[in-house]
Nanobody, 127 residues
Framework: QVQLVESGGGSVQSGGSLRLSCAASGDTTRRYCMAWFRQAPGKEREGVARINSVDIIKYADSVKGRFTISRDNAKNTLYLQMDMLKPEDTAMYYC?????????????????????WGQGTQVTVSS
């Protein structure tokens, strides 16, 4: 059983930056598909960024050029660097992981059936 704990959320002004972390325990996630999702009040959850087991990355169009996903295998931690933040980025951000997704399935925006989810960290961007 894998546990995921997010941190790094907070309140920033438009144009600011935040770095989210997702610390994994219970297993080594080096070969896992991992992703960041977000959900704003009244909206559906959406995938923000994904990284598969060979470190190929996919971003949602809404964050391309502003967000960067990365992983530190030595620390068993996933990151999301968020720059040029906008008010529409305000949401609860969740980390997700799955050991069994194929390389292609991992990068598919429709793939949401991850085995493991964190509790989330709130990001609020004011204008």
């Amino acid at each position: 059983q894998v546990q995921l704990v997010e941190s790094g959320g907070g309140s920033v002004q438009s144009g600011g930056s935040l770095r989210l972390s997702c610390a994994a325990s219970g297993d080594t996630t080096r070969r896992y598909c991992m992703a960041w999702f977000r959900q704003a009040p009244g909206k559906e959850r959406e995938g923000v960024a994904r990284i598969n087991s060979v470190d190929i990355i996919k971003y949602a169009d809404s964050v391309k050029g502003r967000f960067t996903i990365s992983r530190d295998n030595a620390k068993n931690t996933l990151y999301l660097q968020m720059d040029m933040l906008k008010p529409e980025d305000t949401a609860m951000y969740y980390c997700a992981a799955d050991p069994n997704f194929s390389l292609v399935y991992c990068l598919n925006q429709a793939s949401t059936d991850f085995d493991y989810w964190g509790q989330g960290t709130q990001v609020t961007v004011s204008s």
